[in-house]
Nanobody, 117 residues
Framework: QVQIVESGGGLVQPGGSLRLSCAAS????????MGWYRQSPGKQRELVAD????????NYADSVKGRFTISRDNAKNTVYLQMNSLKPEDTAVYYC??????????WGRGTQVTVSS
C-alpha cells in the first residue's frame, strides 16, 4: 500500500504565497509522476501541475503558469508546489496524485487553500 500525506494549505490574502508538500510512503519502487490537482465547489477536479521523474519535465495549467512552481525531492518521495501571487480564484481543495511504477496511482485526502482578504 501507498500512503500520501499532504500539508501546507491554509488561508492567505490575495497576492500572498503558500507552499504545499506531499510525501509518499509505503510499497514504492519508483514514482514516475507526481502532481497536484485542485477542485472547487461545483467544478471538476483539474490538473494544476505535474512533474516526471525521468527528466523532471513539468506541466502547468495555463491559469497558474508564471505563479506556481512544482518541484520534487526523489530521495524523500516528496513533491512541492510553491504558489505565489495567489488569487481568490485559486481557492480550492488541492490534491496530490502519485503514479507509481506498474501504473497504479494514489490520491491524497486534500488540503484546503483559501485566498481571501
Amino acid at each position: 500500500q501507498v500512503q500520501i500525506v499532504e500539508s501546507g494549505g491554509g488561508l492567505v490574502q490575495p497576492g500572498g504565497s503558500l507552499r504545499l508538500s506531499c510525501a509518499a510512503s509505503g510499497s514504492i519502487f519508483s514514482i514516475p509522476l507526481m502532481g497536484w490537482y485542485r477542485q472547487s465547489p461545483g467544478k471538476q477536479r483539474e490538473l494544476v501541475a505535474d512533474i516526471f521523474l525521468r527528466d523532471e519535465r513539468t506541466n502547468y495549467a495555463d491559469s497558474v503558469k508564471g505563479r506556481f512552481t512544482i518541484s520534487r525531492d526523489n530521495a524523500k518521495n516528496t513533491v512541492y508546489l510553491q504558489m505565489n501571487s495567489l488569487k481568490p480564484e485559486d481557492t480550492a481543495v488541492y490534491y496530490c496524485r502519485v503514479v507509481v511504477s506498474g501504473g497504479g496511482h494514489f490520491w491524497g485526502r486534500g488540503t484546503q487553500v483559501t485566498v481571501s482578504s
